[in-house]
């Protein structure tokens, strides 16, 4: 069974943060999601890993610290209630 995940990536060249949505695999691996949350930046962009595979609530908590360069769309899903 697969479990959702965060990871959050800087695009190297605006500098701005941006979370992907993955799956936790069976072996300790995150498979993510061509598109981040906002749908803007691929996956394969020029890009460099700030963390990966953070359940939401860590992910929550790490966005917090590092503050405004997160683009706002992809972090405001970490607060959204689901019905």
Request: aromatic residues 6%; contains cysteine; glycine residues 4%.
């Amino acid at each position: 069974m697969s479990k959702n995940v965060y990871i959050l990536r800087e695009h190297k060249e605006t500098g701005e943060l941006h979370l992907f949505l993955a799956d936790k695999t069976d072996d300790y691996e995150c498979r993510s999601q061509q598109k981040s949350i906002c749908g803007r930046v691929d996956i394969e962009e020029d890009s460099r890993t700030i963390f990966a595979c953070q359940p939401e609530d860590r992910a929550r908590i790490q966005c917090a610290k590092i503050g405004r360069t997160i683009c706002t769309t992809c972090v405001s899903h970490l607060y959204v209630d689901e019905v």
